[in-house]
C-alpha cells in the first residue's frame, strides 16, 4: 500500500465543491501543491458517482505527475472507477461495510483512510487496517456544521497512542495551528482556511512552512 508515500505527507488539501467558487478543480489542484500540500482529497458532496470520477480524473491529471496521491471521499466506486490512489470513508460508511466485506471491497486500493472522533475509534481504525486516520473535528467548523469538536485533548491522545500516520482535521487555521502541532500533530488536513483565502497557493504554503 501508499505508506512510504503516506509517511512524509504533511499538508492535505482539498478540493471541496462546496468552497469552489466557480474555480476549476484542477487549477485548486496546482496552486494547493504549488503551496505545499502533499496529499489531496477531491471531496463532492453533492455530485453523483459520474460527475465525481470527471472531477478526480481532473485532478489526478494534474497531481499524479507531481507525485502526490489523490484521495475520494466517500465513494469506493469512483476512486477504483477514476485509479485514485485512495478513498477516505467517514465512521458511518466504514461500519456500513460489514467487517466480512471489508476486505473484499478494498483490497486493491493503495490507501485507505478513516474519520476518527474518539480514542476508541482511532485505534479500532488502526486494527481495522486504516493506512491513515484523522482526528477531528479538532475545532468547531464551517465545513462541518454542528458536529462537536474533539479538541486538542485528542491530538494529545491520538499523537501518544496511534502508530499510523493521522491528521488532525477540523477548524484548523494560521492563527491555531501552533496549539496543534504542540498537542503533536505533525500532519493536518486544512479545507476552508486555505480554500477561502485570496491565495490558496500562498495560504498553503503558509502552513506548510509551519510543518515537518
Ligand atoms: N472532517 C472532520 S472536520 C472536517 C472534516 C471533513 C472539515 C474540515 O474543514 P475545515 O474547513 O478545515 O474546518
Ligand atoms: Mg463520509
Not at 478513498?87 to 461500519?95: A, K, N, S, T
Not at 490507501?111 to 476508541?120: F, K, Y
Amino acid at each position: 500500500m501508499g505508506n512510504t508515500r503516506l509517511a512524509s505527507c504533511r499538508l492535505y488539501g482539498f478540493i471541496d465543491t462546496a468552497y469552489l467558487a466557480g474555480r476549476r478543480p484542477s487549477d485548486l489542484a496546482r496552486q494547493l501543491i504549488a503551496g505545499g500540500a502533499d496529499i489531496l482529497q477531491v471531496r463532492a458532496k453533492e455530485l453523483h458517482t459520474p460527475q465525481r470520477v470527471e472531477m478526480v480524473l481532473a485532478v489526478i491529471g494534474v497531481a499524479m505527475p507531481r507525485n502526490v496521491p489523490v484521495i475520494v471521499n466517500d465513494d469506493i466506486t469512483a476512486a477504483f472507477e477514476s485509479g485514485a490512489d485512495g478513498v477516505h470513508l467517514g465512521q458511518e460508511d466504514w461500519v456500513a461495510i460489514p467487517q466480512e466485506q471489508r476486505n473484499d471491497r478494498l483490497a486493491n486500493m493503495r490507501i485507505v483512510g478513516i474519520s476518527t472522533h474518539s480514542l476508541e475509534q482511532a485505534l479500532q481504525a488502526e486494527r481495522d487496517g486504516a493506512n491513515y486516520i484523522g482526528v477531528g473535528p479538532v475545532f468547531p467548523t464551517g465545513t462541518k456544521p454542528g458536529v462537536p469538536p474533539v479538541g486538542l485533548e485528542l491530538v494529545q491522545q491520538a499523537a501518544g497512542r496511534v502508530a499510523v500516520p493521522f491528521f488532525a482535521i477540523g477548524g484548523i487555521t494560521l492563527d491555531n495551528i501552533d496549539s496543534v502541532l504542540t498537542a503533536g500533530a505533525s500532519r493536518v488536513a486544512v479545507v476552508s482556511a486555505i480554500l477561502q483565502a485570496p491565495d490558496v497557493a500562498k495560504a498553503a504554503r503558509a502552513f506548510t512552512s509551519k510543518l515537518k
